[in-house]
Nanobody, 124 residues
Framework: VQLVESGGGLVQAGGSLRLSCAAS????????IGWFRQAPGKEREGVSCISSDGTTYYADSVVGRFTISSDNAKNTVYLQMDSLKPEDTAVYYC???????????????????WGQGTQVTVSS
């Protein structure tokens, strides 16, 4: 099983980035994919998730700014991040959890597989 994030980087406030999460080694259609982030000195928090049927959920802090999408043919999930703020600075992780076991509360313990993370830095 492998989840590989890409697309992080340094961007000015108000800018955009698109993160990708490429999955392999498991049946993609059976899993929900979530994005989490962890800033220095803070706990990991859920950002967004997408179920196998395309249902999406967003944390309040990113509603209207971030968009999650999935290309099932490529086993890849994207996180389009617009209107970025300095407080969005964090390491972003994607994770996979069985669709029938994942709630919409973005609890990290519901996810079985994790990527290594990609750094997103937003300068003011």
């Amino acid at each position: 099983v492998q989840l590989v994030e890409s697309g992080g980087g340094l961007v000015q406030a108000g800018g955009s980035l698109r993160l990708s999460c490429a999955a392999s080694g498991f049946t993609f259609d059976d899993y929900a994919i979530g994005w989490f982030r962890q800033a220095p000195g803070k706990e990991r928090e859920g950002v967004s998730c997408i179920s196998s049927d395309g249902t999406t959920y967003y944390a309040d802090s990113v509603v209207g700014r971030f968009t999650i999408s999935s290309d099932n043919a490529k086993n890849t999930v994207y996180l389009q991040m617009d209107s970025l703020k300095p407080e969005d600075t964090a390491v972003y992780y994607c994770a996979a959890g069985r669709s029938e076991l994942v709630s919409w509360n973005l609890y990290s313990y519901e996810y079985d597989y994790w990527g290594q993370g990609t750094q997103v830095t937003v300068s003011s």
